[in-house]
């Protein structure tokens, strides 16, 4: 299996302009998990879904941030309007704890730069 | 609720040097907890995890854990440290999510 793979790896945008970050999990895996990690906050979770639906947005720091799982291969995470302050390595993983308490596996992050 | 404390920021040791990464914990229930590494500019890699069972853990890269109940700790261990285990240690309860902290920084010099 090609593991979590996240598109694009690196983007630099303009503050205002929106911004789409892509992922597609391992197959089969029923969970899916967005996370931020900055020098100042650590790794925060932002959203998770099971089964294509969101179960937790606690994490979601504003009405900026959407994230949408139209499939079971495939969820996005944008940023309308972006600011500098978003600027952050985006990770999603993805685990199937269905059999079990399972590990997530995690993808390779995109590192988002807003000017 | 399920939390974890790192009460170190940074570690550092020689290589060769016996390598130990503190964790505690505070959950209700059964706890499961997991450690996780990051390296530079990569992704966070799943190293072991506690369920039920045996106390001592074994994971990846020769590294373990040993789960306390008694002093509700889960310390990561690994006996001879290597330059390539410098890097970001995260210890985190599961509870269908995981709950991250900042984790502790690792740096062994050779």
């Known amino acids: 299996d090609a593991g979590v793979i996240q598109s694009p790896r690196h983007e630099v945008t303009e503050m205002g302009q929106e911004v789409t970050l892509r992922c597609k999990p391992i197959?089969?895996?029923?969970?899916l998990f967005w996370y931020r990690q900055t020098m100042m906050r650590g790794l925060e979770l932002l959203i998770y879904?099971?089964?294509?639906?969101?179960?937790?947005d606690s994490g979601m720091p504003e009405d900026r941030f959407s994230a949408k799982m139209p499939n079971a291969s495939f969820s996005t995470l944008k940023i309308q309007p972006s600011e500098p302050r978003d600027s952050a390595v985006y990770f999603c993983?993805?685990?199937?704890?269905?059999?079990?308490?399972?590990?997530?596996?995690f993808g390779p992050g995109t590192r988002l730069t807003v000017l | 609720a399920q939390s974890v404390a790192q009460p170190e920021d940074q570690v550092n040791v020689a290589e060769g040097n016996p390598l130990t990464v503190k964790c505690t914990y505070s959950?209700?229930?059964?706890?499961?907890l997991f450690w996780y590494v990051q390296y530079p500019n990569r992704g966070l890699q799943f190293l072991l995890k506690?369920?039920?069972?045996?106390?001592l853990v074994k994971g990846s890269y020769g590294f373990e854990a040993e789960f306390n109940k008694s002093q509700t700790s889960f310390h990561l261990k690994k006996p001879s440290a290597l330059v390539s285990d410098s890097a970001l240690y995260f210890c985190?309860?599961?509870?269908?999510?995981?709950?991250f902290g900042a984790g502790t920084t690792v740096t062994v010099r050779a």
């Open positions: 993983a993805s685990s199937s704890p269905g059999r079990g308490v399972n590990e997530q596996f």
């Open positions: 197959s089969g895996h029923d969970y």
């Open positions: 879904f099971n089964n294509n639906v969101p179960i937790d």
């Open positions: 959950v209700s229930g059964n706890p499961y």
């Open positions: 506690y369920i039920t069972g045996d106390n």
């Open positions: 985190a309860p599961y509870d269908y999510k995981l709950s």
